[in-house]
C-alpha cells in the first residue's frame, strides 16, 4: 500500500504536466480568426489601408494565443507542426507584399528614391522564420513592423511628401504575378496529395526555350504522408493572409478596379479564399483517394486555391488592358 502512495505521488504529477501541456497544443493551434479591414481603415491616405492590414496581419501572426512557434525550441510546441507551418504561410505572403511595397506601390518611376522605412522594414521579414537566438525571427519581424508603422504614420501626415503609395494598375498587376506564382505552388503541392503522373510543360509555347539540364517527360510526383498536413496549413496560412491584403486592395484600388470593370474579379478571388478558411472538423488531415470513401482535405484546399487563382489570373488580364 505504502508503495502504491508513493508511486501515486510521482505518477499523478506527471499526469497533470502532460495534460497541461496538451491543452496548451490544442489551444495555441487554434487558427486567428479574420478581422474586418474597413473597420481599421478610417477616413486615411491612399495606400493606409493595404499598410495597416499588413501590419495587422503580421501582428497578428506574434500576439496570437502562444505567439510565434515556429522557432520555438521548447515542449510542447516542439512538437507541433500545424501552426508553425500556418504561421510560415502568412509570413511568405507577408514577405512578398512588403517587397512590392518597397520596390513598386511606394515609387512613381523606376528612377525614384526608394521610401527609407521600407528599406529598413523589407529586409527585416526575411530572416530564418526559425530562428530563435541573437537575433530572434520575431524580434526581427517586430522591427519590421515598427518600421512599416513609421511608415504609414509619415502616409497620413498631409506634411509629409516622402512617403508615398501609388494606386496604379500596373504596380497592382506586378504584385498579382508574384501572388499567382505563390497560389500555383501551393495548389501543385496539394494536388500530389494522392500522387500524379503529370506531363513535363516547363518549356512549353516556346520553341526556342532551353533548360539547364535535361528533364523526363513524364514525371511522377506525390507528397510524402508526412507532409500532407504541413502543406494544408502552409496554404491556409497563406490564404489568410492574401484574404485580408485583398480586401484591403478592395478599398485602396478602388477607383482603379471601378475603371478598368474588375472589381467583381476581386470579390470573386475574396469568395474563393474566404471557402478555405472553413472550419475543419476532421481531427487530422485525410488523404483518401479522388473519389475515395475518404476524404482528402488536401484536393478540396487545392480547389479552392486554383479556382482563386484562375481568377487572379482574370483579374491580372484585365488590369493590362487599357
Excluded at 496538451?22 to 491612399?46: C, H, M, Q, T
Excluded at 475543419?280 to 482528402?296: D, E, H, K, Q, R
Excluded at 479556382?307 to 484585365?318: M, P, T, V
Amino acid at each position: 500500500m505504502k508503495q502504491w502512495l508513493e508511486k501515486k505521488w510521482i505518477v499523478a504529477p506527471i499526469i497533470g504536466v502532460v495534460l497541461l501541456l496538451w491543452g496548451l497544443a490544442i489551444y495555441w493551434s487554434s487558427e486567428p480568426d479574420i478581422f474586418e479591414v474597413r473597420k481599421i481603415a478610417g477616413n486615411s491616405a491612399v495606400g493606409a489601408t493595404m499598410t495597416k492590414t499588413l501590419i495587422d496581419v503580421g501582428e497578428t501572426l506574434l500576439d496570437k494565443p502562444g505567439g510565434y512557434l515556429s522557432n520555438d525550441v521548447m515542449p510542447p510546441t516542439v512538437f507541433l507542426d500545424n501552426m508553425p507551418s500556418w504561421e510560415f504561410g502568412v509570413l511568405e505572403m507577408t514577405r512578398d507584399l512588403a517587397l512590392a511595397m518597397r520596390k513598386d506601390f511606394s515609387r512613381s518611376q523606376s528612377q525614384s528614391v526608394e521610401n527609407k522605412d521600407l528599406v529598413v522594414a523589407q529586409p527585416k521579414f526575411n530572416i530564418d522564420h526559425r530562428s530563435w537566438l541573437l537575433p530572434s525571427a520575431e524580434s526581427q519581424y517586430r522591427d519590421g513592423l515598427n518600421a512599416m508603422q513609421h511608415y504609414l504614420t509619415a502616409l497620413n501626415n498631409p506634411e509629409q511628401s516622402n512617403a508615398q503609395f501609388f494606386t496604379r494598375a500596373d504596380n497592382l498587376r506586378d504584385w498579382l504575378k508574384q501572388v499567382e506564382k505563390r497560389l500555383g505552388s501551393l495548389s501543385q503541392r496539394l494536388s500530389a496529395s494522392v500522387g500524379q503522373d503529370r506531363l513535363n510543360t516547363d518549356l512549353a509555347g516556346d520553341p526556342a526555350a532551353r533548360q539547364s539540364t535535361p528533364g523526363a517527360g513524364e514525371l511522377h510526383i506525390k507528397t510524402s504522408w508526412w507532409q500532407l498536413d504541413n502543406n494544408f496549413y502552409e496554404a491556409r496560412g497563406a490564404c489568410w493572409a492574401l484574404l485580408h491584403f485583398f480586401k484591403a486592395v478592395e478599398v485602396d484600388f478602388a477607383d482603379v478596379l471601378e475603371k478598368k470593370n474588375a472589381l467583381v474579379s476581386l470579390q470573386q478571388i475574396i469568395r474563393e479564399l474566404e471557402a478555405t478558411q472553413q472550419t475543419v472538423w476532421s481531427p487530422m488531415i485525410l488523404n483518401g483517394g479522388g473519389f475515395g470513401f475518404v476524404a482528402n482535405h488536401s484536393l478540396v484546399m487545392a480547389n479552392y486555391v486554383s479556382r482563386a487563382n484562375a481568377a487572379l489570373i482574370d483579374l491580372s488580364e484585365l488590369l493590362a488592358q487599357g
